[in-house]
């Protein structure tokens, strides 16, 4: 199994930015497409972005694109998402996650390995 851990959450104004970052470890990183979820409490997981195995293919929700950019260094063992022009409402713990497939799925169920999130709190 792979393992994952997040990092880069923090407080941050509205209007700024922040770069999650997400290292894998225990498996060959190139083998997962990946994706990034958010949750408050009280709610279900969100859909944020999704990358595949290779770098080459991307899915956001209508209502990321153009604020959220998901990337990966598969030397590197990391998958990133920028997150630029953060609002209030942006404010959650973001998760990344793992799946064997590469169909970009938006599903949170599709996906075996999560990390233990990173929490990004949005001041107005």
């Known amino acids: 199994q792979v393992q994952l851990v997040e990092s880069g959450g923090g407080l941050v104004q509205a209007g700024g930015s922040l770069r999650l970052s997400c290292v894998a470890s225990g498996r060959t990183f190139s083998w997962y497409s990946m994706a990034w979820f958010r949750q408050v409490p009280g709610k279900e997981r ?3 972005a999704a990358i595949s195995k290779s770098g080459d293919r ?4 209508d209502s990321m694109k153009g ?4 990337s ?8 990133y998402l920028q997150s630029n022009g ?3 409402e942006d404010t959650a713990a973001y998760y990344c996650a793992a799946q064997r497939g ?3 799925i938006t599903n949170p169920k599709a996906y075996l390995y999560w990390g ?3 929490q990004v709190t949005v001041s107005s």
């Open 58 to 61: 991307f899915n956001y929700p």
């Open 116 to 118: 233990q999130g990173t």
């Open 86 to 88: 953060l609002k209030p």
């Open 46 to 48: 969100e859909f944020v």
């Open 72 to 79: 990966r260094d598969n030397d590197e063992n990391t998958v």
């Open 67 to 70: 604020r959220f950019t998901v």
């Open 102 to 104: 590469d169909v970009l």
